[in-house]
């Protein structure tokens, strides 16, 4: 299930950053993530406060969480990747 997040929720969250990039350190997997710059469990505060941080659970247990805003940071704009689709008129 996926659902508004709660305060509750903000420490799970932080562990499932931390999973992330210790996974990072492991190879190949790239986040653009920083330990203790983004995301913290401050990143997750401000996005609960702003209304905006969503969990999936299953069980009791956090599987994912997501900050579903209309932001995004200048540094992923630095990620290599495909070009977005043309627009058609």
């Given amino acids: 299930m996926i659902r508004l997040a709660t305060p509750a929720d903000l420490s799970q969250a932080a562990d499932i950053y931390e999973e992330i990039l210790d996974r990072e350190a492991q190879g190949p997997v790239y986040t653009n993530w920083q330990r203790g710059k983004y995301p913290t469990i401050d990143t997750a505060r401000q996005?609960?406060?702003a209304g905006t941080?969503?969990?999936g659970e299953e069980n009791g247990v956090?599987?994912?969480v997501v900050n579903l805003n209309s932001?995004?940071?200048p540094e992923y704009g630095a990620i290599p990747g495909p070009s977005p689709p043309l627009r058609r008129r």
């Fill in 47 to 49: 996005a609960l406060e």
């Fill in 53 to 55: 941080f969503y969990v």
């Fill in 62 to 64: 956090l599987w994912g």
């Fill in 71 to 73: 932001v995004q940071l």
